[in-house]
């Protein structure tokens, strides 16, 4: 069964303190994993799509890493704007259109 | 351009009541989808179409129905409310494999309470 777990469950970081968030995945022939952000009472913000274990994506002080078991989620030097949920999904190679998420990182950074 | 657009925003309804919720895109994405979120369960999926004309069912589509009504507009009915579907529900859009750029963009989301 395809499965998607993300840890911690919630992170408190200080101002500049650099840390990284897991998705570990189980999927049978995957399309694709993908990075979102999630203020309170908002939809998903989309940050990126890794397609290949190996792949690297950048933004501002975000980066995220696949390999085929996991991905991780870098975060260097947070600002308390970098507060929020970071959630991970994944895309089954199959399935055309099913995308499985995980339940999400609560990341705070106190100033 | 205005991304993905969903009506209402909040909504109160009684048990064995229906509403039907609204979604309209922009960005001339042929996929589009429905998903809730609950707390400690993430998002789930409720349908999702491929393409204009055509439906299928996600992981929780029970209780639910859809229609694609043209490229820009997918809504979603509940015909007779339950508490268990209280919930806030998004909907989203995104391009195809074959352009290079698949990209999920979520709407504001519904948040629906049954009392």
């Known amino acids: 069964e395809d499965q998607v777990t993300q840890s911690p469950e919630a992170l408190r970081l200080q101002e500049g303190e650099s840390s990284s968030l897991n998705c570990s995945y189980t999927?049978?022939?995957?399309?694709?994993l993908f990075w979102y952000r999630q203020d309170p009472g908002k939809g998903p913000e989309f940050l990126f799509t890794?397609?290949?274990a190996g792949e690297e994506k950048e933004k501002e002080r975000l980066k995220a890493t696949l390999t085929k078991k996991e991905s991780f989620l870098h975060i260097t030097a947070p600002k308390p704007e970098d507060s929020a949920t970071y959630l991970c999904?994944?895309?089954?190679?199959?399935?055309?259109?099913?995308?499985?998420f995980g339940s999400g990182t609560r990341l705070s950074i106190r100033p | 351009n205005a991304g993905v657009t969903q009506t209402p925003k909040f909504q109160v309804l009684k048990t064995g009541q229906s509403m039907t919720l609204q979604c309209a895109q922009d960005?001339?994405?042929?996929?589009m989808y429905w998903y809730r979120q609950d707390p400690g369960m993430g998002l789930r999926l409720i349908y999702y179409?491929?393409?204009?004309?055509?439906?299928d069912k996600g992981e929780v589509p029970n209780g639910y129905n859809v229609s694609r009504l043209n490229k820009r507009e997918f809504s979603l009915r509940l015909e007779s409310a339950a508490p268990s579907q209280t919930s806030v529900y998004f909907c989203?859009?995104?391009?195809?494999?074959?352009?290079?750029?698949?990209?999920?963009?979520f709407g504001p989301g519904t948040r629906l309470t049954v009392t």
């Open positions: 999904a994944v895309q089954r190679e199959s399935s055309a259109s099913k995308i499985i």
């Open positions: 989203a859009s995104s391009g195809q494999w074959t352009s290079g750029r698949y990209e999920q963009y």
């Open positions: 179409s491929a393409s204009e004309g055509t439906t």
């Open positions: 999927v049978s022939g995957l399309r694709g």
């Open positions: 890794l397609y290949s």
């Open positions: 960005m001339n994405h042929n996929s």
